[in-house]
C-alpha cells in the first residue's frame, strides 16, 4: 500500500488527458458517474488501472471537485489550455461505448 490514499475524489478523471480514452484535458471522462465514481471500475482501462494516489492529490485537496481540478490544471500550467478546451466545446468522445 503506498504513503498515499486514494479518496476518491475524482480529480483525476476530470482533469488530465487521457489519450486511451480520447478524454480531452479537464473535461469529465464520460465514465465517471454523479457521484464521482468510475461506473466502468471493474473494466477500466489499463491507464486507469495503473494510476495510483500520490502526493498531488494531497496537494489538490479542495472542498469541491471543480476546484481540486483547477488546482491540478494549475500545478502542471495546464488552465489555459484546458480553458481553451471547453471554450472550443470539446466533448469527451469513446472509441468504446
Ligand atoms: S486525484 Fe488522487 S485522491 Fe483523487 S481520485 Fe484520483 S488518485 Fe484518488
Ligand atoms: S474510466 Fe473510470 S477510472 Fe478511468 S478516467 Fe474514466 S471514470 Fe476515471
Known amino acids: 500500500m503506498g504513503a498515499y490514499e486514494c479518496t476518491r475524489c475524482g480529480a483525476c478523471c476530470v482533469a488530465p488527458d487521457i489519450a486511451a480514452l480520447d478524454k480531452p484535458l479537464g473535461l469529465r471522462c464520460p465514465h465517471l458517474g454523479a457521484d464521482n465514481l468510475c461506473t466502468v471500475y471493474e473494466n477500466r482501462p489499463e491507464v486507469c488501472r495503473s494510476y495510483a ?3 498531488l492529490c494531497k496537494r489538490i485537496e479542495a ?17 489555459e489550455e484546458a480553458d481553451a478546451v471547453r471554450a472550443s466545446g470539446a466533448t469527451s ?4 461505448a
Open 53 to 55: 494516489a500520490d502526493e
Open 63 to 79: 472542498p469541491t471537485l471543480e476546484e481540486r481540478v483547477q488546482k491540478y490544471l494549475a500545478h502542471f500550467e495546464l488552465t
Open 93 to 96: 468522445i469513446l472509441r468504446r
